[in-house]
Structures are given as structure tokens and as C-alpha cells.
């Protein structure tokens, strides 16, 4: 299984964090098995288990961006997932209002932050293949 989080490159930097951070988190409740356990140092000492996969972080431009999740949604492949980071998630300061505000919105209005592609690898890279890392 292969794993990309692609962020819009126009975002400036701190923005282009938080909206990595949040598909991270998202990715790792989803699926358990991708963080390890915990580990110990050589002086015993424990550190919370980390990711057990890359996670390489791209950059593509917003209307990239949006077409890449449509295909993954139109593909309806259970193989493959797409989780997306909307502008409107970014924008909101609670769940709530989030939950309210994408309620009333229409899938075509949404504009993507970023999104993060879960899948097997061929299916991963015939979409973000292709695309440069984020600097």
C-alpha cells in the first residue's frame, strides 16, 4: 500500500503544514496499522510509536487537485481512498461549524487544501506519479 498527501502549492507554508497535519491524522485513525508501536531507546526511555509507511508530501495546483479526488471518488475503487482537506475545513474554527457549513455544500463548490491518496501503489502513482515535492 502506498500513501501521498498533495497539498495546494499556493498555500503558504504554515497552512501547507496544518493541512498535511490534519490528512495525517485522518489517515492514522482510518488505518491503525500504519502506526507502529511504541519503541524504547537505548536508555530505555519510550517514544510513541510513528508512521510505518513514507508519506512523501507533493504539490499540485487546486484545479489538480480537485480533479485527482473526483477521479478517485467517480472510480468508486474500494482499493483505492481519497481523503480530502477542504478550504471550507481550513476556514472553520469547530467541528461544528464545519459539519454544519459542508452540509450545505455542494461537492462541485468545494476547493481542496490539500488530499491524501491511500492505496496500492500502481493505483497511488498513476495519479500523483507525476507530481513534485513540496518544498
Known sequence: MKCVIIVNETLPGGLAANAAAALGLSLGAQEKDLV???VRDGDGDVHAGITRVNLPVL??????????????????????????????????????????????????????????????????????????TLK
Open 36 to 38: 507502529g508501536p511504541e
Open 59 to 132: 504539490k499540485a495546483d487546486a484545479e489538480r487537485l480537485k480533479a485527482i479526488y473526483e477521479k478517485v471518488l467517480l472510480s468508486q475503487d474500494p482499493e483505492l481512498r481519497a481523503i480530502g482537506f477542504s478550504t471550507l475545513a481550513q476556514s472553520c474554527k469547530s467541528y461544528e461549524v464545519y459539519t454544519e457549513a459542508i452540509a450545505r455544500t455542494p461537492l462541485a463548490d468545494l476547493r481542496y487544501s490539500a488530499i491524501c491518496l491511500f492505496g496500492p501503489s500502481r493505483l497511488v502513482n498513476s495519479l500523483a506519479g507525476a507530481l513534485p
